[in-house]
């Protein structure tokens, strides 16, 4: 039984590598029907996306210190946002990348600064009756100066913080002068009740970065990075909101897969008497005198993940819905022919 369940897996295996082939194909460029003429394949396959481009004022990238290979003078993109500064453990700017590092890309450079990890130290970094809050804007402020702006991702903020993240951000702005502030937000289709207020934060800084994608999550249901519908009901949430000049939708790069099993956990002793049994597990060993087992169980697998033509669908909605910025997360991930698919107005 367990060998037919490996050749059945391996026979998935090469199935799904065939398919996920024939799909790079017809999403990479264009081949020749049998009377010889071109056929452009992203076009054949999804028909609702012509003309094969969407434009937009501003393509902003996100590009992690340390991936700087993945970032091309010849891709359209406007912005990009620099990653790798965040928070110490005790609360003071760390990792900050060089700006001189990307001394080829001739577009606008920002500094981001992220915090995704603590909401404690992010409670602690917010609170100005706290010390450590004005200095690390000081040391913000500071880094800031070789770039063209900054970005604030905060993504932990708790919701009694609002009006101190509100004064921080105020506090960022005086400080920066003439540079872009941009703050990354969550995707949202309705108000919610926490520190992420959409309309008073794009009062303050010049760009909003929708983060719209995560719609499912390694803790979810199995399904798509960013629907197409779900976009669709963000953006007309943001657009109001925020304002079509400062918006800016984020749009996802990357896939994620799912398994009908989660193993790796903590097992009592009668969970696992009822797996020897049921797994017909016929030989325990001993190692330094603790019991060991083996066996095989097969894991399906349910993997979403984004291509040219579904990126360019859902810029082509965005395009449709009078958004004018996009930016992506994040470079290094995508299927390099997006790029071919995307334009920026004069």
């Not at 394949?41 to 434009?55: G, K, L, W």
């Not at 304002?243 to 097992?267: E, H, N, Q």
């Amino acid at each position: 039984m367990v060998t037919r369940m490996r050749r059945f897996s391996v026979s998935l295996v090469a199935f799904a590598l065939v398919c996920s082939l024939s799909v790079s194909l017809w999403a990479s460029g264009s081949q020749s029907d049998p009377s010889g003429k071109d056929v452009n394949i992203a076009t054949a396959s999804a028909p609702s996306v012509a003309p094969n481009q969407a434009r937009f004022t501003e393509i902003w990238a996100h590009l992690m210190a340390g991936e700087e290979a993945g970032l091309s003078g010849s891709m359209p993109i406007t912005d990009v946002g620099y990653f790798g500064a965040g928070l110490s453990s005790f609360g003071k700017l760390a990792n900050v990348p060089k700006r001189s590092t990307l001394k080829g890309y001739r577009g606008r450079v920002h500094l981001v600064v992220a915090e995704v990890t603590n909401q404690a130290l992010t409670h602690f970094c917010l609170d100005p009756e706290l010390p450590m809050r004005d200095a690390l804007v000081d040391a913000i402020a500071e880094a800031t100066i070789p770039y063209d702006g900054l970005q604030i991702d905060f993504e932990l903020v708790p919701a009694s913080d609002r009006k101190n993240f509100i004064s921080f951000l105020s506090d960022l702005r005086a400080r920066i002068g003439k540079r872009t502030l941009s703050v990354a937000l969550p995707a949202r289709t309705r108000t919610v009740d926490d520190a992420y207020d959409y309309a008073a934060i794009s009062g303050i800084a010049d760009r909003i970065i929708v983060m719209a994608y995560d719609e499912h999550w390694s803790g979810s249901a199995p399904g798509s990075i960013a629907s197409i519908e779900w976009c669709k009901k963000v953006s007309a949430y943001a657009l109001p909101q925020i304002g079509k000049d400062k918006l800016v939708m984020g749009i996802p790069f990357y896939g994620r897969a799912w398994g009908d099993a989660t193993l790796s956990k903590a097992y009592r002793f009668s969970g696992l008497a009822r797996i020897i049994e049921e797994r017909g597990v016929t030989e325990i060993l001993r190692e330094e005198g603790i019991p060991t087992f083996e066996y095989v169980q097969p894991v399906k697998v349910k993997v979403f993940f984004e291509d040219s033509v579904s990126i360019l669908a859902r810029a082509k909605m965005y395009q449709d819905a009078s958004v004018q910025n996009v930016s992506f997360w994040r470079l290094g991930q995508e299927d390099p022919s997006v790029w071919n698919s995307l334009t920026v107005l004069d």
